[in-house]
């Protein structure tokens, strides 16, 4: 018999299309298959409806819906999003918990209390402690909320220097300088407490007046080669030399690069902090490379700003601004309110 090859090639050819087109759409309709698969399996284990949804770190802004699925956020949509349980935040603001720098009652009561104003992370950044370690295994497995600790430079001295004072220095610790060998002692205790976790350093030279502009300054130092704040509760002067306590804090974090964090400046009202001001912006300004911006958190309201924005900061009413999610005062009459000894 004899076969037309021509004839036979083209049925091969034919055969070998059809048996690709049915490939394909074999392929594609497995393809849509799983994308529907895929598209039905995005079911959160929580997602918040109907709220304003705010986001920092993405600039969204927006009603929306936030879907949290294994304890972590993992999507955030202005679109519905499917989810096993549901929260209506209607009316509300859905946004990440606030973090509050400077919070000395770290228990679980406290705790407790600043979760129900929206905070998450309590940090104890001015008093601190000596022994890093032994706070936070104080803490470990008990904690409802983030919390942090600053290694306590008045807690070090008071150790380095043999002061008898149990919860605050009374003796040398708060009356005489340090010598060069007592210098040495407390600038390792300060390093080494931010070397065990401390997230950042803190000062109550207020309370150790005894303490030089130049352990001041080197205690910045130290702070600064770990790349952490100085958060700082300044010499008690009289009034007409207030400046002089913001001066010796900025001056410190300009010549060694640590940021400074003052925590509540002595004196609200715009003439105290003129000089306070000027040093600021002209810190900013002769040391811009630094990257080490000023901050300050006021005692009426718990604002923070920066240097450059101290005269509203100062000149603002008292309670306007939540700015750190401090929980201790009535924001709507700027008083405190539920821990009046946390400040």
């Known amino acids: 018999m004899s076969i037309d090859a021509p004839s036979h090639r083209r049925n091969a050819v034919c055969w070998l299309y059809v048996a690709a087109r049915a490939i394909t759409l074999s392929l594609l309709v497995d393809a849509c298959s799983s994308a529907d698969t895929r598209k039905a399996a995005t079911v959160y284990d929580i997602v918040i409806l109907n709220g304003r949804v705010m986001d920092p770190a993405s600039g969204f802004d927006s009603s929306g819906a936030v879907g949290i699925t294994v304890g972590s956020i993992r999507a955030i949509r202005e679109q519905p999003l499917q989810g096993r349980d549901t929260i209506d935040a209607r009316g509300m603001i859905v946004a990440p918990g606030f973090i509050d720098l400077h919070q000395h009652a770290q228990d679980s009561a406290a705790y407790r209390v600043e979760v ?11 008093s601190g402690t000596v022994d890093v370690d032994r706070w936070y295994r104080a803490r ?22 043999g002061d008898t004072g149990k919860q605050a220095a009374v003796g040398p610790a708060k009356t005489r300088a340090s010598t ?11 390093d080494r407490g931010l070397q065990r976790g401390a997230v950042a350093a803190g000062m ?5 007046p005894g303490a030089t502009p130049w352990e001041i300054l080197e205690v910045f130092r130290v702070a600064a080669k770990h790349g952490a704040a100085v958060h700082v509760h300044m010499r008690g002067l009289a009034e007409a030399y207030y400046f002089l306590e913001t001066e010796e804090v900025i001056a410190a974090s300009a010549a060694t690069g640590a940021s400074a964090h003052i925590a509540h400046p002595h004196g609200l009202v715009p003439r105290d902090f003129r000089h306070a001001v000027a040093v600021g912006l002209a810190r900013d300004q002769y040391f811009p ?3 080490t911006p000023s901050s300050a958190t006021s005692c009426c309201g718990g604002r923070a700003c920066h240097a450059k924005q101290l005269t509203s900061c100062f000149t603002a009413p008292c309670g306007s601004v939540h700015a750190m999610g401090h929980p201790h005062y009535d924001h709507t009459r700027g008083i405190r309110a539920l821990w009046p000894w946390s400040w």
């Open 180 to 190: 060069p060998a007592e210098l040495a002692e407390i600038l390792a205790a300060m």
């Open 204 to 208: 109550l030279i207020e309370f150790t």
């Open 116 to 126: 129900l104003d929206g905070t998450t992370t309590a940090l104890e950044l001015e």
């Open 140 to 161: 470990a497995g008990r904690s409802i909320i983030n919390h942090g600790v600053s290694v306590g430079h008045e807690e070090v001295r008071r150790q380095v220097l």
């Open 289 to 291: 490379s630094n990257g």
